[in-house]
């Protein structure tokens, strides 16, 4: 990641200023593991990686994550349905949605679910940090407005 622009992604919080933590969610376990390499280069505390749905609502759960950088089509569980999920349990959590899918009837569904933002894979590496990083500054700040 040559010439970008690095991307803060230590949050103000009095919660700690702790890194911020994601949790990386997609069936192709190539593609995962070069996002998980990416965002922990990049400063984040990737707290767990999924290749489905399910598993992922269960670890979001134990592992609490800011912000699920999340596939839209995986087996069983969609990516929205996950976010779902997800949010009952914690609502401020945000989601980063990564898909190949580009219509207007998914953005929609995406906006429903609450979805902090949807990018194209294939997207600059560098867009997918900055995202990331402003979901969770979002987060981290909604939390602290509810204090």
Same mark, same amino acid.
């Given at each position: 990641? @040559?010439?970008?622009?690095?991307?803060?992604?230590?949050?103000?919080?009095?919660?700690t200023s702790?890194? =911020?933590?994601?949790?990386?969610?997609?069936?192709?376990?190539?593609?995962?593991?070069?996002?998980?390499?990416? =965002?922990?280069?990049?400063?984040?505390?990737?707290?767990?990686?999924? @290749?489905?749905?399910?598993?992922?609502?269960?670890?979001?759960?134990?592992?609490?994550?800011?912000?699920?950088?999340?596939?839209?089509?995986?087996? *069983?569980?969609? @990516?929205?349905?996950?976010?779902?999920?997800?949010?009952?349990?914690?609502? =401020?959590?945000?989601?980063?949605?990564?898909?190949?899918y580009d219509?207007?009837?998914?953005?929609?569904?995406?906006?429903?679910?609450?979805?902090?933002? =949807?990018?194209?894979?294939?997207?600059?590496?560098?867009?997918?940090?900055?995202?990331? @990083?402003?979901? *969770?500054?979002?987060?981290r700040e909604?939390?602290?407005?509810?204090?």
């Open positions: 990641m @040559g010439g970008g622009q690095r991307v803060s992604v230590v949050a103000d919080s009095p919660r702790s890194r =911020l933590r994601v949790l990386v969610v997609d069936d192709d376990e190539v593609l995962r593991d070069a996002l998980c390499g990416l =965002l922990s280069d990049e400063g984040f505390d990737v707290v767990g990686q999924a @290749g489905d749905g399910d598993t992922a609502v269960c670890m979001a759960r134990d592992r609490q994550p800011d912000v699920v950088l999340v596939d839209y089509r995986m087996p *069983g569980m969609d @990516g929205i349905e996950a976010i779902g999920l997800m949010k009952m349990e914690a609502p =401020l959590t945000q989601a980063v949605m990564l898909t190949v219509d207007h009837a998914l953005n929609l569904e995406a906006e429903r679910a609450q979805v902090y933002c =949807l990018l194209v894979k294939g997207c600059p590496p560098p867009l997918i940090v900055d995202m990331v @990083g402003r979901a *969770g500054t979002y987060k909604l939390e602290r407005r509810q204090r």
